[in-house]
């Protein structure tokens, strides 16, 4: 980094502190390496590498990221920092869920998505120190950054809910949509299914996509309708939640649906212990103080599991006050750490979490980061746009799209709270493809302009 750039920034970190982050620049004697720069020649401890941008997830939002920094900036200048050899394209698991995909579809290599100009560093992230402007990895390494972009995603808490792991182990009819390693589980359940209680639950916690625990709980009922088991059946969701989803427009929809269909919805049910071997669900009714509890028998059960922000993150100086990276709401730029940003499930976006958060988020953070790079205070401002493709069927959909203020920011010029069939092939047919194609490749950021042509210019 020339050294100009460097003063700038060390202003812009002000009143943070700045002497390790010129230091780390000017007073180590540093030699050039194949991965950006190598900036100490000490034998005792690991050299750290150094990059211009590091990317700690190689997701969803972290490669769309990558992609885009790298495109931008160069070879050599990016760095990834992600363990896993595999990429998922984590929305299709509701289809799989309900039999309509396999679940190899929804996988692809790393290496295969991963931009061929930044450097993968196949490790975890194990320690952040932002003040030093350096990520430790489960390897030793110390890489790094000028800018650091954080993508790590939600957190799997499968172990804090009481008997899930072992009921998941065990029972055949208890599934879960959200891994890869049980989302098989739930098509046979569905088709194993006789009679009783077909239990959907959602954590009382943040959640990735908060429709997905309904959409698979649609895609059975359709199913026992149609494979003669709906009669013997008794479908119910169960949420800690005070609505069946968070945008009003929708929730008025999803309930209708829900009493059209003779699905049972229990509100501000919390599911607290799962008891495999009586095939017993508990939960904690949240409206009785004390919380009482209501044990009830199931047949199948779908459980996404708690979900928080991954423990070194929470850890690490830069969470806010829930774990999640701390970022201003407008512009991805974390609120302590100029250099510091985020995008996707690990931040504190006060949006729900979806990769159609994310793709909007990583158009707003490619300006914040350019701004930010340049000296300037950025301006791109995002909005909160999310969006929701609640499946109600094998042929139906309805798309949700919101903002911050749970207000629609509907992409197409008609009512979008109508199930209709064009958005269910939207969802299963054509979004895989744009994912593969363009959101990874950081060339998708959200519907936005497709929003203002379709509105012919009368949207936000
Ligand atoms: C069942 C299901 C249905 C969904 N349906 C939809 C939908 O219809 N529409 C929609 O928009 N979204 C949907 N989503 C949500 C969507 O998949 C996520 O919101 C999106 O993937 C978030 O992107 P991300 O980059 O924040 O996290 P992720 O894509 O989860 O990526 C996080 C990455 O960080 C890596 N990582 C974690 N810890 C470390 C570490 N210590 N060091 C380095 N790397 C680390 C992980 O390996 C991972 O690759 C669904 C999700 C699920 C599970």
Partial sequence: MAFLESVTMARQLKPFKVLPWILSRHVAPSTSSRHGRLASTATSAPSPSMYKFVVVGGGSGGLAMASSLSRKHGKGQVAVIEPSEEH??????????????????????TKDVMPKACDWIKEKAVEFDPENNSVKTSGGKVVQYDYLVVAMGLQLNFDKLKGLPEALENDPMVCCNYSY???????KAL?????GNAIFTIPNTPVKCAGAPQKIMYLTEEYFRQNNKRD??????????????????????MMEICKKRGIQVNLRHNLVEIKPQSKEAVFAKLDTEPNETIT???EMLHVPP??????ILKASPLAGPAGFLSVNKETGQHTKYPNVFGIG????FPTSKTAAAAAAQSGVLKKTINAVVNGLTPVAKYDGYTSCPLITGRRSCVLAEFDYNLEPLETFPFDQSKERRSMYHMKADFMPTMYWHAFVKGLWTGPALYRKIMHLGFSR
Wanted: glycine share 8%; with cysteine.
């Fill in 88 to 109: 998922f394209y984590q929305p299709m698991w509701t289809l799989v869920g309900g039999g309509i995909k396999k679940k190899e579809q929804s996988r692809g290599l």
């Fill in 181 to 187: 390693n049980t989302v098989d589980k739930t098509f």
């Fill in 296 to 298: 009830l028998p199931y």
């Fill in 345 to 348: 499930d690990c931040t504190d």
């Fill in 306 to 311: 708690p979900m928080g922000p991954p423990d």
């Fill in 232 to 253: 013997k059946a008794t479908v119910m969701y169960c949420s800690p939640l005070p609505s069946i989803f968070s945008a009003p427009k929708y929730a008025a929809v």
């Fill in 191 to 195: 088709q194993n299914f006789k009679s």
